[in-house]
């Protein structure tokens, strides 16, 4: 599976909009790329899913460009809510990944008044 | 709400009891994990069940036994701990071949003392 590098950490304030980037350049022709949000002492939360160029939904946008070996999950006017860890993660779109998902440690978002 | 339910959330327990956890799924998922996430480090993958499969993760301990009697509920039994595993144990499920779409539980806090 792709593996996938992602800043340990960022800062934003209210109401801005912040992007996450993450590489993952070994990523293979039918690899979706999937990011999750946790809150502290929660389980992680699923929050979009794509294989190219934009998605959209009510939580996040996800860009992808077209050599897919990075993507960026933006979230519009945060919030002090939005202060988790965001994970990044590469899986196939067929087969098996039973017990290889692997979430690596994410990036802190810190939000602040 | 995310559908996947675990109790007890606090688990406080000395090195020679015997407790277990318990999760359950009101998804209709055919896959079910328990992961481990102890402070600053990564999720790791313990145990994962699904229709066709079990899969482990070699480096977990004898001490931690995952049962599976159906495909809405997951236990995990613990005895004998040490103190290092005091850590928040997260369940999560999903449909078999969906993996990356995983639904995770609120999770129990566990202290071994």
């Known amino acids: 599976l792709a593996k996938t590098t992602q800043p340990i950490s960022m800062d934003s304030y209210e109401g801005q909009e912040v992007n996450i980037t993450c590489s993952h350049n070994?990523?293979?022709?039918?690899?979706?790329i999937t990011w999750y949000q946790q809150f502290p002492s929660q389980g992680p939360r699923f929050i979009i899913q794509?294989?190219?160029t934009k998605v959209t939904n009510e939580v996040a946008s996800l860009f992808i460009p077209a050599d897919r070996k990075s993507s960026t999950l933006s979230l519009p006017r945060v919030s002090l809510s939005d202060t988790a860890v965001y994970y990044c993660?590469?899986?196939?779109?067929?087969?098996?990944?039973?017990?290889?998902?692997?979430f690596g440690r994410g990036t802190q978002l810190t939000v602040w008044p | 709400e995310t559908g996947v339910t675990q109790t007890p959330r606090h688990l406080v327990m000395g090195m020679t009891n015997k407790k277990s956890l318990k999760c359950e799924q009101h998804?209709?998922?055919?896959?079910m994990y328990w992961y481990k996430q102890s402070a600053k480090k990564p999720l790791e993958l313990m145990f994962v069940?699904?229709?066709?499969?079990?899969?482990e993760n070699n480096s977990v301990p004898s001490r931690f036994s995952p049962e599976c009697p159906n495909s809405s509920h997951l236990f995990l039994h613990l005895h004998t701990l040490q103190p290092e595993d005091s850590a928040l144990y997260l369940c999560?499920?999903?449909?078999?071949?969906?993996?990356?779409?995983?639904?995770f539980g609120p999770g129990t806090r566990l202290l071994v003392l």
């Open positions: 999560a499920s999903s449909s078999q071949g969906r993996e990356e779409t995983q639904y």
């Open positions: 070994n990523i293979a022709t039918n690899d979706y």
């Open positions: 794509g294989y190219k």
């Open positions: 993660l590469v899986v196939p779109d067929r087969g098996s990944t039973l017990g290889r998902l692997y």
């Open positions: 998804l209709g998922h055919n896959a």
């Open positions: 069940y699904s229709l066709e499969e079990r899969v």
